[in-house]
């Protein structure tokens, strides 16, 4: 089976613009969460959606949005990118969110110029 | 405020010897640890976890322990292989935040195992 994918894998956007990042989770987990690592620091948790709805925030402004699909996969929106959201984006999923074991996909790395 | 701390950046280990890791947490509500293992250019890879209730879990060459009293957990790994080099994290968890998967962590220490 599949694990996690992300998609794209690497992205180099400017200040001001808007990012779209895609996840697919791991046939037959329903929940998916979003998680910033910036270089030397650990993944900080963004969102968590289950079954379409958002269950969970983390410290992140209303820039960050994201949502997700009927099949389960999830798209995260960054809006008026800022050098400070360069960064690796990670996508996990577990079986739903009662979980605590997350699989990680292999992130997407973000460059803002 | 950083509540979940690995105050060692790096760590040197022999091959074939013991690798210890340090976690230490402020937050009284987190209820169960996870170490994570990062190798680069991919994702965290789910190594071992623990919930509050238990004080060790073992899996292979890899035991947790963990003491509520100090706030305190640590990794164990016996014996230690060159394919062990990585960077691990420590990541916690708590019930009250209302979703299991909200996981706070740990600025990673870098194993290497040297020959």
């Known amino acids: 089976d599949a694990g996690v994918t992300q998609s794209p894998t690497h992205l180099i956007k400017t200040r001001g613009q808007h990012v779209t990042l895609r996840c697919s989770p791991i046939s037959g987990h329903k929940s998916v969460s979003w998680y910033q690592q910036v270089l030397g620091q650990g993944p900080q948790f963004i969102f968590q959606?289950?079954?379409?709805?958002?269950?969970g925030r983390g410290n992140f402004p209303d820039r960050f949005s994201a949502r997700q699909f009927p099949n389960y996969s999830s798209e995260l929106n960054v809006n008026a990118l800022l050098l400070g959201d360069s960064a690796l984006y990670l996508c996990a999923s577990s079986v739903d969110r009662r979980h605590e074991k997350l699989f990680f996909g292999s992130g997407t790395q973000l460059s803002v110029l | 405020d950083q509540q979940v701390k690995q105050n060692s950046p790096s760590l040197s280990v022999q091959e074939g010897r013991i690798s210890i890791l340090n976690c230490d947490y402020t937050n009284s509500m987190f209820d169960y640890f996870l170490w994570y293992k990062k190798y680069p250019a991919e994702g965290p890879t789910f190594l071992i976890s623990i919930s509050s209730i238990k004080d060790k879990n073992e899996d292979g060459r890899f035991t947790v322990f963990l003491n509520k009293s100090a706030k305190h957990l640590s990794l164990h790994i016996v014996p230690s292989q060159p394919g062990d080099s990585a960077v691990y994290f420590c990541?916690?968890?708590?019930?009250?935040?209302?979703?299991?998967?909200?996981?706070?962590f740990g600025t990673g220490t870098r194993l290497q195992v040297t020959l």
């Open positions: 959606y289950y079954e379409k709805e958002e269950r």
């Open positions: 990541a916690a968890s708590a019930k009250n935040t209302g979703t299991a998967s909200k996981l706070t």
